[in-house]
């Protein structure tokens, strides 16, 4: 057992180096760039200027979004997915397999839930004890079932899904931006360095080796976000774009594809003008989204209501019903005499 606690405080504490490469690599490039390019390097002082604010806007925003998508927990089933104590009770006791799955099934009818398991099964989580919402999938990692999950992130040592896909993606582009305009304010000095206009220097080697390192990130980067792009337009996680989820009516992988400006609010929302900065914008909770199949008034859920307060909603219906039943009655009453 101590054995066991020993290698997972192991495993949680090597899987952070990733992240302390990256970081290590960006609080250079920072020193390289503000210190040895713009404040030794660099003589025209309004050109100095002018590359210190673009640069610390990108490093900004860059910062800014790979914090979010590290430090954003992963977002999991709520509890109405938990099965109750008697519910669970039921299904341990019970050894065949077939009724197993029939009590899966009458406990899932009251969910939104539309997706199976490739045996027709509805997807059922024996480790966390839950019935797993729409494109939810348990990470052996994070040791829970993670909303619309994505994919696992070792560079932001977190799960990406419903809670920071919009932070994912944002990373990616910043650290797109944060590249190119490194490499294309560098280049200049770059090539006066290589040909020996300027002399050589500390900053000589910061300044060749950050045009390089930027370069290197800008293309890896550069497919990497392409791909997201693409699912994201297909409205597809990285998951289901390798394995197509199962519907009632069979596998389906664009199943939960709504049209392009449909995909693209799921993930960034209404708002254009939120889109770019790292706060939560993302339409819905994470347990259910619109599917293909389903007609406009089943897929309303997402925008006009939420399943979780439905129940609420008919309590609150039939006492209001009881209160108009009496007043009726009253008015009647008094109409009599």
């Given amino acids: 057992m101590a054995l066991s606690r020993g290698l997972r405080f192991c495993a949680r504490v090597f899987s952070w180096i990733p992240v302390l ?11 390289a760039y503000v210190f040895e390019l713009c404040l030794f390097t660099i003589k025209n002082t309004l050109e100095k200027v002018a590359y210190l604010v673009v640069f610390h806007v990108c490093f900004l925003m860059f910062s800014w979004t790979y914090w979010k998508s590290i430090f954003t927990p992963p977002a999991s089933p709520c509890k109405k997915f938990q099965l109750s104590y008697s519910d669970k ?3 341990e006791m019970e050894e065949r397999p077939d009724v197993q799955k029939q009590i899966l099934v009458d406990i899932a009818k009251k969910l939104p839930i539309f997706t199976r398991a490739t045996s027709g099964a509805i997807r059922f989580c024996d480790r966390c004890q839950v019935l797993k919402p729409d494109r939810s999938h348990h990470c052996s990692v994070c040791e829970a079932c ?13 799960c990406v899904g419903f809670s920071n896909y919009k932070f994912f993606l944002l990373f990616l582009s910043y650290s797109m931006v944060y590249c190119v305009f490194i490499a294309a304010s560098v280049f200049r000095y770059f090539i006066k360095f290589w040909v020996g206009d300027l002399p050589n220097g500390s900053a000589k080697f910061h300044v060749l080796f950050l045009m390089f ?9 550069m497919f990497l976000f392409g791909y ?35 995909n693209l609010q799921q993930v960034f929302g209404e708002d254009k003008r ?9 339409q819905g909770d994470g347990h259910y989204f619109p599917v293909r199949s389903l007609n406009e008034s089943s897929t309303s859920l997402l925008a006009n209501e939420k ?16 209160e108009r039943d009496l007043s009726v009655t009253i008015e009647m009453g008094e109409e009599e005499e």
């Avoid at 390192?213 to 980067?221: E, G, Q, R, T, Y």
């Avoid at 390798?242 to 392009?260: C, E, K, Y």
């Avoid at 399943?307 to 209001?320: A, F, I, K, L």
């Fill in 146 to 158: 993670v909303l619309k999950m994505d994919h696992h992130c070792p560079w932001v040592n977190n």
């Fill in 213 to 221: 390192v930027a370069l290197m990130f800008f293309v890896s980067l």
């Fill in 21 to 31: 490469i990256i970081t290590s690599v960006v609080l250079w490039s920072y020193y």
């Fill in 228 to 262: 997201h792009c693409w699912l994201v337009a297909k409205n597809r996680s990285t998951l289901e774009a390798f394995s197509a989820p199962v519907f009632t009516t069979g596998p389906d992988r664009n199943g939960f594809n709504m049209g392009i400006k449909r």
């Fill in 307 to 322: 399943w979780e307060e439905e129940d609420e909603e008919e309590s609150d219906d039939e006492n209001m019903g009881g």
């Fill in 274 to 282: 939120l889109w770019f900065i790292p706060v939560c914008t993302s």
């Fill in 89 to 91: 009770e039921r299904y």
